[in-house]
């Protein structure tokens, strides 16, 4: 409310205040304004701008907004309308804000309206409007990246609004007439936002006679990260074409029948459109001419087709407002991609299958063909170009990988190995002198080429090629799966598909089938050892028994069926199996004996085993053909190998190697000893031999090179534990088994193991006996020979005694406790040999700790104290003037002006003991229960009370203050400038305490000295008892 006053007032408002009224006076000051409204000061008078938005639920009104405003009870604002009370000369009234798409005074007419298929609405401009300018708002809602928003035209000038790639294009450009050829002149403004993304959008484009401007109307957000507007001066080209505009095309244009022009190229607009106002005009449905609007329905209906998910086979869905569209993946095709290439089987049951198809056009240098590829073959030829003079294009398998040649010169080969029975996508990329191999997403690499034509004629053949020879040079026919074989978008489709494509016509096949179905691989019955055979495609699984593995179950680890008897050691060979374990020796009928099966081809160059034994002569292994021949013997305790052995090849002269080996260590110890003799080049004629015991501890090599074993091979008797039977020498202990080379001289025959050995090379026991299993000695504990409840351990083939204490002796019968008797009086005895040593307690000596001794013997008392006798040590009475534990620390020398009295200590002294020892306790100890000792009264310690505890030891006196120690106390004799207890006081530096404190001192000395003639005295140390 604005006040307004008379002229006479004006006068009177005009002087304000001042001597000569040159001041205006400030209505606003204090502000007449309530309810948070905001006063402006006008000459004369005042305005308050009341609140639009309340603070506590009530909007206020008036000339100093104190009227509540009520004109928003039972409004009838509609479709979310907002209400807006106001006061107008005292009445209350309200107004309605419309929310988008919505309009009149309450709200109820929709503005917004839709186009479902191809349409438009058109507006008339009116002619007689001079100005040439144009200001076009509207709201949109579509999903499509291409169509025309508006259109509007005049004489010669087009300004059009479209969505382009999904963005907002402003273009202003000259219309050319029929028949003209000159260039068209345009203007165009663009912004980067993405607005066909099926949401409401506002959008607002201007022309006037200078500029062109586009700006985005939506929120803030949206405008934060790009700018939302566009503007630019008209180009001088067509600034003079502006003129006003006429004609208003809203959604699409009206279609020419004449001839193709640049309107029916336009994209029409399927969507939605509100708030559509043309020079601030608003469009309203309902106020159309019926011939305006055409495929024009007013509202909004819109669902999104994409949400029932009707592409198949992981097709993307595309919303086109009304409809959908599926991009199919490949090799998927159909509305729906719901149908996929038929897949041509190539090879099955082994068969050689090909297929042919000639190009019918040419395809220029840039050329891609792709397929999906599936097999488990290792080669194969996939695909070859040929034309009438060359075959120049290969693409086949080579190591379950893709590789292409080019001219029979330039190759690519894939990294990736697809012959897994997966399916896999391969494409070939040829340009302009390039070359590039995909597998997958994967870029294996490219080459240089020279440029790739591809004829009308050519031939593509797939799978292999008519001659089996040509075929087999890449790598022979294909054999798998071959699906949607493409040359850049054309197809060589092998079979019909009810979706209309375009193919190469396929000029020949040959056992070319439909799918892709595996080969039974089952039909040969692949898996061995009772496993059970599963069929995958173009391969199989076997599921294979227990104790079986392998592919095929060609492995059975046969351990695991435990074939070996008990107590022995069952160890997998390449093949087969072999019990391992120790065997006993006793005499000549315990030796062994071992032919080869006949079917040993290896070289026998090693010789390995452990040994165990005590005795010191024995031969442990003897073999001999001819003049060659081998021993493995002990002799004076160690290790010897003996070998004669031929050394020529085959045809040739035989010659014959000796070698002897020995050991630098005994092996008749009884202890377990590993023996390995090798040939140090055993794929040579001759060689050093070396010997190694206890695994590397000892080594020993040939000086002489020798020959293999290899004689032993077949017809050959090995003896093990002798020579041979019945002629002496024959090892007592035991054996592992034994090696030659890597085969086992088994110890258990074949009716001995259960189940049957399939190694092809053996050593078969011949001797009838069977060996004794283990290894143990001769009973030697049995009857026991340790005498006196001595225990026999059995040290293999040898026994030692452990006697009980006091006896000794290879059988316990030596008699040793000399300790026995308790020999020592006074002490404690130990064995010493054959006799006895007495440790004697304190105060006993003597050889039995019989004898007595005086512990005051030789004692260290000095500068005459007393010894005084204790338990297990003796104690120091010191003289006067001396203290410590043998009396040698001397007394500091008493100050001249202290005067003590020498009286006799009034201490009591107790005599403690028995009849047989007795002891003093000083200074008023006491007798204890414990052996010869005292309970001491404070101030006193030692064993016998005999030493006075020094108070002054930790000089607690301060300043140089002299400390004088009393019986379990202390008194600070101080300088005189300084007082206190401790002298801890400086009164140096004032005069009147100088004088006080030296009164005091004097008090305090003769106070002492007085007291000290009737206190009790002290101890006289030295003074008689």
């Not at 349409?119 to 001079?130: E, F, I, N, R, T």
């Not at 959008?201 to 022309?207: D, F, I, K, P, W």
């Not at 055993?682 to 090599?701: I, K, N, R």
């Not at 040793?816 to 064995?831: E, F, I, L, R, Y």
């Amino acid at each position: 409310m604005i006040w307004t006053f008379t002229p006479w007032v004006w006068g009177i408002l005009l002087l304000g205040t001042g001597s000569h009224c040159q001041k205006i006076i400030d209505l606003c000051d204090p502000s007449p304004c309530q309810n948070g409204g905001r006063c402006e000061s006008h000459v004369g008078g005042y305005e308050c701008h009341c609140l639009k938005q309340s603070q506590d639920g009530f909007l206020y009104g008036g000339v100093n907004c104190t009227v509540r405003l009520v004109g928003c009870k039972g409004h009838e604002c509609e479709n979310q309308g907002s209400c807006s009370p106001f006061l107008m000369d005292g009445t209350h009234g309200y107004s309605c804000s419309c929310s988008p798409g919505f309009t009149g005074p309450l709200c109820k007419t929709p503005t917004t309206f839709s186009f479902e298929r191809s349409g438009y609405l058109l507006l008339q401009s009116p002619v007689w409007d001079a100005e040439a300018s144009c200001n076009i708002t509207l709201s949109f809602r579509t999903v499509l990246p291409r169509a025309v928003l508006f259109q509007r035209n005049s004489r010669g000038l087009l300004l059009s609004l479209e969505l382009e790639g999904g963005q907002l294009v402003l273009t202003l450009r000259k219309e050319l007439s029929a028949g003209d050829e000159t260039e068209t002149t345009s203007q165009a403004l663009e912004l980067p936002h993405s607005v066909a993304d099926g949401q409401w959008h506002s959008v607002e484009a201007v022309l006037d006679k200078w500029l062109l401007s586009l700006k985005l109307l939506d929120d803030a957000g949206t405008c934060e990260s790009q700018d939302c507007q566009r503007v630019a001066p008209i180009e001088s080209s067509l600034l003079g074409q502006v003129s006003p505009l006429q004609n208003t095309f809203i959604g699409g244009v009206l279609e020419d029948t004449s001839g193709p022009t640049d309107e029916n190229l336009l994209p029409v607009f399927i969507g939605c459109m509100r708030d559509v106002f043309v020079d601030w005009q608003l469009v309203v449905p309902e106020e159309w001419l019926s011939d305006s609007a055409v495929n024009v329905s007013p509202g909004c209906s819109h669902r999104d087709r994409c949400l029932d998910v009707p592409c198949q086979n992981k097709g993307q869905c595309v919303n086109l407002w009304q409809s959908y569209q599926c991009k199919c993946p490949r090799p998927y095709e159909g509305q729906d991609c719901e149908e996929e290439y038929v897949t041509a089987r190539f090879g099955s049951e082994d068969s050689q299958s090909y297929a042919a198809f000639t190009i019918t056009d040419s395809l220029g240098p840039d050329i891609t063909i792709s397929l999906f590829l599936r097999t488990r073959g290792h080669t194969g030829l996939l695909l070859m170009l040929a034309n009438s003079s060359s075959h120049y294009l290969h693409m086949w398998l080579e190591d379950g990988k893709v590789k292409v040649q080019f001219n029979n010169l330039q190759s690519l080969k894939g990294e990736r190995v697809i012959n897994d029975g997966e399916v896999h996508f391969v494409s070939v990329e040829m340009g302009r002198e390039h070359m590039t191999l995909f597998v997958g997403a994967r870029q294996p690499g490219h080459m240089k080429v020279s440029t790739v034509d591809i004829q009308v004629g050519d031939v593509v053949y797939v799978g292999g090629l008519l001659d089996r020879e040509q075929t087999a040079a890449f790598g022979g026919y294909f054999k798998g799966c071959i699906q949607d074989l493409r040359i850049n978008d054309r197809r060589l489709q092998f079979f019909g598909l009810d979706t209309s494509v375009r193919s190469y016509p396929v000029e020949l096949m040959a056992n070319v089938t439909t799918g892709c179905s595996g080969d039974n691989a089952c039909s040969s019955n692949p898996c061995l050892n009772g496993g059970m055979c599963f069929s995958t495609w173009d391969d199989f699984t076997c599921t294979c028994p227990p104790s079986t593995a392998g592919r095929r179950c060609e492995e059975v680890r046969w351990c695991e069926l435990s074939p070996c008897p008990p107590d022995t050691e069952c160890r997998m060979l390449n093949q087969g199996y072999e019990c391992y374990s120790n065997a006993t020796f006793l005499n000549d009928s315990s030796i062994l004996s071992y032919q080869g099966n006949g079917h040993i081809s290896s070289n026998l160059t090693s010789l390995s085993l452990k040994l165990r034994t005590r005795k010191r002569h024995a031969a442990v292994l003897h073999a001999e053909k001819g003049l060659a021949f081998l021993t493995v013997s002990i002799q004076d305790g160690l290790l010897v190998m003996e070998l004669q052995s031929t050394t020529g090849e085959e045809g040739e002269e035989e010659g014959f190697s000796t070698v002897s080996l020995s050991s630098h260590k005994s092996v008749s110890d009884g202890q377990w000893h590993s023996i390995h003799l090798f040939m140090i080049v055993p794929w040579a004629q001759t060689s050093q031999w070396m010997l190694v015991l206890d695994e590397e501890a000892e080594e020993a090599t040939s000086s002489s090179p020798g020959g293999n074993l290899n004689f032993l091979r077949d017809g050959v008797d090995i003896f093990l534990g002798g020579l041979s039977p019945d002629a002496g020498w024959s090892l007592v202990g035991c054996l592992s088994t034994v090696e030659l080379g890597s085969i086992a001289l088994p110890y258990f025959s074949s009716s001995e193991v259960n189940f049957p050995r399939v190694q092809e090379e053996q050593f078969i026991r011949t001797s009838l006996l069977p060996p004794l299993s283990g290894c143990t000695g001769a009973p030697v504990c049995q009857p026991n020979p340790c005498l006196n409840e001595g225990d026999c351990q059995d040290l293999f083939n040898m026994y030692n005694c452990s006697c009980i204490q006091g006896w000794g002796g290879r059988h316990c019968d030596f008699f040793t406790n000399t300790c026995a008797s308790s020999p020592c009086v006074h002490g404690n005895c130990s064995v010493n040999g054959l006799t006895y040593k007495c440790a004697c307690e304190f105060g006993y000596a003597g050889v039995d700790c019989e004898q007595q001794v005086d512990v005051c013997e030789n004692h260290l008392c000095a500068h005459g104290a007393t010894c005084l006798h204790g338990p297990d040590r003796y104690a120091c009475l010191c003289a006067e003037n001396f203290t410590g534990p043998y009396c040698t620390e001397r007394v500091e020398d008493i100050p001249w002006y202290i005067i003590v009295r020498h009286v006799r200590p009034k201490l009591p002294v107790s005599v403690c003991g028995d009849g047989i020892r007795n002891y003093t306790c000083f200074n008023g100890g006491n007798c204890t229960d414990r052996e010869l000792s005292c309970d001491c009264p404070p101030g006193f310690n030692g064993l016998r009370c005999e030493q006075e505890v020094d108070e002054c030891k930790s000089n607690p006196c301060l300043n140089g203050g002299y400390c004088r120690n009393l019986i379990n106390r202390f008194v600070c004799v101080c300088d005189m400038s300084y007082a206190g207890d401790l002298c801890q006081t400086d009164v140096s530096d004032i005069y009147f305490y100088v004088a006080v404190l030296l009164w005091q001192n004097l008090f305090q000395l003769l106070s002492y000295l007085v007291l000290r003639l009737d206190d009790e005295p002290e101890v006289e140390w030295g003074a008689d008892d």
